[in-house]
């Protein structure tokens, strides 16, 4: 990886998924009923690969796979969209970080496509919900899970996952659970209701 700058991005992350509350993914397990199907979604707060600015950005990933991920028993395909504001070495950078070839943390899946979009996302300052959403081709939205005895304002949050998405080190995973999950993207058609959803925050660097 002689050629692969330094890079680094920080921010936010949350998925919405085919899996029941709560996603076995977090605790490195097998997925429900042998396959995930999802929509992933990242904004990068701060960021750079090499001298190649990617504050402000944000990308969504929607795809399928079946079998253990943390097993290493996994394979999947999946699309990418990235902001229309990004330049052409900013839609050069992101796809490498995102697809394990700039090294760090992520790992790649086989690609169905890289486009840009007009990405709308919302994160609730106090994580109550959060969602994505691309007209025509992806809706992505999750409460925070609450119940009668959680206390007023608070949510369930857990910490030393064995099984964070967003890999090793300190992160915090809020649960929520999907007030919709829609999916016309990328040859991949799917809708799901009151599934899992969660959100941790990401800090990642390479190579």
């Known amino acids: 990886m002689s050629d692969i700058p330094s890079w680094h991005i920080v921010g936010d992350w949350f998925d919405n998924c085919s899996c029941a509350v709560p996603c076995p993914c977090t605790f490195a397990q097998a997925p429900d009923n042998g396959f995930c199907e999802s929509v992933l979604f990242w904004r990068v707060r701060e960021g750079h690969y090499g001298d190649v600015k990617l504050d402000n950005l944000s990308f969504v990933r929607v795809g399928r796979w079946e079998g253990d991920l943390w097993a290493r028993k996994a394979a ?11 330049d052409d070495r900013q ?22 496509g890289i486009e840009r979009a007009k990405i709308r996302y919302e994160i609730a300052p106090d994580l109550s919900h959060w969602g994505v959403e691309i007209v025509g081709k992806i809706k992505a939205w999750a409460k925070a899970i609450s119940g ?24 915090l995973v809020t649960w929520g659970k999907s007030t919709i999950l829609s999916v016309d993207a990328h040859g991949f058609k799917f809708e799901y209701t009151l599934n899992s959803a969660k959100h941790i925050p990401f800090d990642w660097g390479g190579p």
Request: proline share 16%; charged share 15%.
């Open 148 to 171: 009668p005895t959680s206390p007023p304002g608070k949510y369930p949050q857990l910490i030393n996952a064995p099984g964070s998405e967003t890999g090793p080190g300190p992160q």
């Open 76 to 86: 999947g395909v999946a699309g990418l969209y990235i902001d229309d504001h990004a």
């Open 91 to 112: 839609m050069e950078a992101l796809p490498a970080i995102i697809g394990g070839r700039a090294g760090g943390f992520p790992g790649g899946r086989q690609s169905r």
